[in-house]
T-cell receptor
Framework: EAQVTQNPRYLITVTGKKLTVTCSQNMNHEYMSWYRQDPGLGLRQIYY???????DKGDVPEGYKVSRKEKRNFPLILESPSPNQTSLYFC?????????????FGSGTRLTVV | GNSVTQMEGPVTLSEEAFLTINCTYT??????LFWYVQYPGEGLQLLLK?????DKGSNKGFEATYRKETTSFHLEKGSVQVSDSAVYFC?????????????FGKGTLLTVNP
């Protein structure tokens, strides 16, 4: 089954403790992206990647890092999480960087930073 | 830059009622347009899409037509069901500023009562 898999689904952590949210897709998509969803703000792009070793900032990249060492994986790293990074995070992938085919989204990771 | 404006909810309807959720956009060029649906506790799923002017996307009884002259992509369904209760997002794909991304509206919560 074609899918984007994120882990974990739920995570509670403390301020400053480094964490990684994993994302993997099995569709051989070149384009991958991370979004966060917050009430009243909708979905905002954090980072995206157009291919292996090619990543770029989205609209809200501060406090996040990403890497794309393999085509299928695109982990999101929070080096020193803070409470304002409490959010619902989605990974997405697409066949085309133009987005013409739409994106396939993961099921989301609900992160709480206390 | 690109932007999407959709009607704010919540929208509450009775089963078998007619649904319209308005969506207008601002974009340079010729973006692709999408409607995504998010059921409670789940990720976003592509509902339908249209890639050029006058295209009509349709799926599961939902329809939307890409209207370039009015920069709109309104979502309609002739007879809603309780199972259609969800949050609906209008989105456009392409290059928004310096990013390649989907630009989302803020979402419309639909509740359908039996």
């Amino acid at each position: 089954e074609a899918q984007v898999t994120q882990n974990p689904r739920y995570l509670i952590t403390v301020t400053g403790k480094k964490l990684t949210v994993t994302c993997s897709q099995n569709m051989n998509h070149e384009y991958m992206s991370w979004y966060r969803q917050d009430p009243g703000l909708g979905l905002r792009q954090i980072y995206y990647s157009m291919n292996v070793e090619v990543t770029d900032k989205g609209d809200v990249p501060e406090g996040y890092k990403v890497s794309r060492k393999e085509k299928r994986n695109f982990p999101l790293i929070l080096e020193s999480p803070s409470p304002n990074q409490t959010s619902l995070y989605f990974c997405a992938s697409s066949l085309s960087i133009q987005g013409n085919y739409g994106y396939t989204f993961g099921s989301g990771t609900r992160l709480t930073v206390v | 830059g690109n932007s999407v404006t959709q009607m704010e909810g919540p929208v509450t309807l009775s089963e078998e009622a007619f649904l319209t959720i308005n969506c207008t956009y601002t974009a340079t060029g010729y973006p692709s347009l999408f409607w995504y649906v998010q059921y409670p506790g789940e990720g976003l799923q592509l509902l339908l899409k249209a890639t050029k002017a006058d295209d009509k996307g349709s799926n599961k009884g939902f329809e939307a037509t890409y209207r370039k002259e009015t920069t709109s992509f309104h979502l309609e369904k002739g007879s809603v069901q309780v199972s259609d209760s969800a949050v609906y997002f209008c989105a456009l794909g392409g290059r928004g500023g310096s990013n390649y991304k989907l630009t989302f509206g803020k979402g419309t919560l639909l509740t359908v009562n039996p």
